[in-house]
């Protein structure tokens, strides 16, 4: 149990569907994160919180949009997705932005049908 | 480009053989180093980091890593495997300067026979 917990588990959504994955943790971080991990691809680091601000966006289409209300809560709210958008997304969060040791949620596991 | 290399994909041992999983870098200065665990359905678990000091880090679960500069590598290992080490090990980088944030390798699966 690492502190970050991640809701669904797993989810099975429509390429029409919106859903949206949560993340929580009350470890007092205050930098928040979202992973994307494909199969034989390394985690692609998606999205990047510190103190409620969006710092970073590598590239993510839109189709994926993050919210983060406090920093104790970070959300991904999907539509539209594709069936390429399958993957474990992972949520990790960490002190400050300069802290190296993150803390993994487990994980959503996310199927576009 | 900045990269993080794990050349083995998947690796099998005998349960009570040694281990050993190669990790390899290329920046120009020396980054902070992790080994990362994720058993099958869970996140990632940090094994071990290092930053400075000492070349061989000792972790969690028997773990151990040596860093070495001169190969910009930094394997992990372990004396004696056992069954429940069976998951998969992603080696990362983190820039201490510039552009900060934590780099993954693509990973490799550890299976254990008996």
Redesign the interface.
């Known amino acids: 149990e690492t502190g970050v917990t991640q809701t669904p588990r797993h989810l099975v959504m429509g390429m029409t569907n919106k859903k949206s994955l949560k993340c929580e943790q009350h470890l007092g971080h205050n930098a928040m994160y979202w992973y994307k991990q494909s199969a034989k691809k390394p985690l692609e680091l998606m999205f990047v919180y510190n103190f409620k601000e969006q710092t970073e966006n590598n590239s993510v289409p839109s189709r994926f949009s993050p919210e983060c209300p406090n920093s104790s809560h970070l959300f991904l709210h999907l539509h539209t997705l594709q069936p390429e958008d399958s993957a474990l997304y992972l949520c990790a969060s960490s002190q400050s932005l300069l802290d190296t040791e993150a803390f993994f949620g487990q994980g959503t596991r996310l199927t576009v049908v | 480009a900045q990269s993080?290399t794990q050349p083995d994909?998947h690796i099998t041992v005998s349960e009570g053989a040694s281990l050993e999983l190669r990790c390899n870098y290329s920046y120009g200065a020396t980054p902070?180093l992790?080994w990362?665990v994720q058993s099958p359905?869970?996140?990632?678990?940090?094994l071990l980091?290092y930053?400075s000091g000492d070349t061989l880090v000792q972790g969690i679960k028997g773990f151990e890593a040596e860093f070495k500069r001169s190969q910009s590598s930094f394997n992990l290992r372990k004396p004696s495997v056992h069954w429940s080490d069976a998951a998969e090990y992603?080696c990362a980088v983190?820039r201490?300067f510039g552009n900060?944030?934590?780099?993954?390798?693509?990973?490799t699966r550890l299976t254990i026979i008996p």
């Open positions: 993080v994909i902070y992790f990362y359905g869970q996140g990632l678990q940090l980091k930053f992603f983190f201490n900060e944030k934590l780099t993954f390798g693509t990973g």
